[in-house]
């Protein structure tokens, strides 16, 4: 069996080693290269592990900040126990939460 992998995000990092500390640093670079988004969203990509991330923005990220790829991104082997945020209710199984059939009783 292949072995699972995750990876960590260093975007924080790379950034305080170029002396960007505020994650707004980014807005202006990134328009300039034709993506805009919003502060919220620069926010969330910087402090946050992006689980979707197009590689335009990728891209633009490795040309602002002067790095690879590869220091942003770091492969790890996944941990045997997943960790995470869960949905409110998501400890009960699938088969927990599914309608009971209806049934109908003999009419008189």
Same mark, same amino acid.
């Given at each position: 069996?292949?072995?699972?992998?995750?990876?960590?995000?260093?975007?924080?990092?790379?950034?305080?080693?170029?002396?960007?500390?505020?994650? &707004?640093? #980014? *807005? @202006? $670079?990134? =328009?300039?290269?034709?993506?805009?988004?919003?502060?919220?969203?620069?926010?969330?990509?910087?402090?946050?592990?992006?689980?979707?991330?197009?590689?335009?923005?990728?891209?633009?990220?490795?040309?602002?900040?002067?790095?690879?790829? &590869?220091? #942003? *991104? @770091? $492969?790890? =082997?996944?941990?045997?126990?997943?960790?995470?945020?869960?949905?409110?209710?998501?400890?009960?199984?699938?088969?927990?939460?599914?309608?009971?059939?209806?049934?109908?009783?003999?009419?008189?």
């Amino acid at each position: 069996m292949a072995a699972k992998l995750d990876y960590r995000w260093h975007l924080r990092t790379v950034m305080a080693e170029r002396g960007m500390f505020a994650t &707004t640093d #980014l *807005i @202006e $670079p990134l =328009a300039r290269r034709g993506i805009r988004l919003s502060s919220s969203q620069v926010y969330r990509l910087v402090v946050e592990r992006p689980e979707r991330l197009s590689l335009k923005i990728l891209m633009a990220l490795c040309d602002i900040l002067d790095c690879s790829m &590869t220091e #942003l *991104i @770091e $492969p790890v =082997a996944a941990s045997a126990t997943v960790t995470g945020k869960k949905a409110a209710g998501a400890e009960a199984s699938l088969g927990d939460l599914r309608p009971k059939r209806a049934r109908i009783h003999g009419v008189d």
